[in-house]
């Protein structure tokens, strides 16, 4: 018993130390004067986009900042967001509420992946951030861990047809039920997610919407009116007629990324730090996969799949220099690239991987076959982010 208390108290002691790591560790970052990547992220652009999705929607907007805000950067985002109004931001992790909310945002957040067995959402409540039940028979522990006197937003994740997270929807009146019965619980939110909203008139969402409603109407029908209802995703906004929601809740929309209506927030742009020529027949890269068929002109740029290129056998991947696309050469490396050079090149000259106007997200994309959300949200530490107006 000694032994099995001893074994506990250190269990406890572990995740306490993880969790008061000092400041001055997290603060050790890669000096921006030594990165040779830029992500410039436009403010104007993600305004435009806020404003166009509230439109389309005719609700408000929850901007989704998880997976570091696809890669533009979660705490300068989140204080970003304030700054353009926002008033409920959303995140996949109660790990990343809390990572927004220690940085010193004090508005509403939203939370939903997390482990019911840990201090998470006591914690996460302890620090005013939005919780979402997506288990009914999570109900109990959560409840259990819970201080006397706390009060936690709730919001009701249920499952209308996708079967990942949420409480299965014939069981979404008794969870509800069971949550506005706990004086520790307050039923802020009603939520769900689609499976297939990036195609219109789809039968899957058509049948997801109508449960949702139904939904909705039983919790009503009960006296259960969550003030916060929201389904729709960036491309349920575009798609379909989400305006009887009061929120919906935009990722990849809100970086502009779902619709051509809509103007990308990221610019991506290395540089060249090194030009040379090669003999024909020379190989370039590991494995030496391109081998050039006469005397040619190569430039090295400082960019790999360590910092987001995805490693792709298409040999389709083409960047923009100084008015031309140009090919890269090889397999790319973790750290560098070669691509064509022309003799006007010159060291330093501007890489642009996508801009929006010479080459669109979904453009390089396609080349590299991958996706939107994939290639950014494996942007990494070694790329600076610049905020511009």
């Not at 506005?180 to 899957?204: W, Y």
């Amino acid at each position: 018993m000694v032994n099995h208390g001893s074994k506990t108290r250190k269990r406890k002691i572990h995740y306490k130390l993880q969790n008061n790591t000092s400041k001055k560790n997290n603060m050790v970052r890669m000096p921006t004067a030594f990165k040779n990547i830029t992500a410039e992220i436009s403010v104007s652009a993600l305004k435009f986009n806020l404003d166009y999705l509230r439109k389309k929607a005719k609700t408000d907007i929850m901007p989704i900042l998880k997976a570091n805000a696809y890669g533009h950067g979660i705490v300068q985002m989140a204080k970003t967001c304030r700054q353009l109004g926002i008033k409920f931001l959303g995140v996949a992790t109660l790990g990343e509420a809390m990572q927004i909310r220690l940085s010193g945002d004090q508005g509403r957040i939203l939370g939903w992946i997390y482990d019911p067995h840990t201090p998470q959402v006591r914690l996460a409540v302890k620090h005013k951030i939005d919780v979402a039940i997506f288990d009914e028979t999570h109900i109990p522990l959560i409840l259990k861990q819970l201080p006397k006197n706390a009060l936690a937003n709730i919001h009701l994740f249920v499952d209308t047809g996708m079967n990942r997270l949420g409480v299965p929807h014939q069981k979404a009146l008794a969870a509800a039920q069971q949550i506005t019965a706990s004086p520790k619980f307050k039923l802020v939110g009603l939520m769900s997610h689609l499976c297939c909203a990036d195609e219109k008139n789809n039968k899957n969402v058509k049948e997801a919407l109508a449960q949702f409603r139904l939904i909705r109407q039983q919790l009503a029908d009960h006296g259960i009116k969550p003030p916060i209802v929201h389904i729709a995703n960036s491309d349920a906004v575009l798609n379909y007629d989400v305006s009887d929601f009061t929120l919906a809740r935009s990722g990849s929309g809100f970086y502009g990324h779902s619709s051509l209506d809509l103007q990308l927030a990221m610019t991506l742009k290395s540089k060249i730090i090194q030009l040379k020529h090669i003999a024909k027949g020379a190989g370039v890269g590991y494995n030496l996969k391109y081998v050039a068929k006469h005397r040619k002109y190569i430039a090295i740029v400082p960019t790999g799949y360590a910092d987001i290129l995805p490693l792709t056998k298409s040999e389709k991947l083409q960047v923009y220099v100084n008015g031309t696309m140009r090919k890269v050469l090889g397999k790319e490396s973790m750290d560098q690239i070669v691509i064509e050079a022309h003799e006007n090149d010159k060291l330093g000259d501007e890489v642009i991987f996508f801009d929006g106007k010479h080459i669109t997200l979904p453009k390089f994309c396609f080349m590299a076959k991958t996706t939107d959300a994939n290639l950014l949200t494996h942007l990494s530490e070694r790329v600076d982010r610049v905020y511009v107006p």
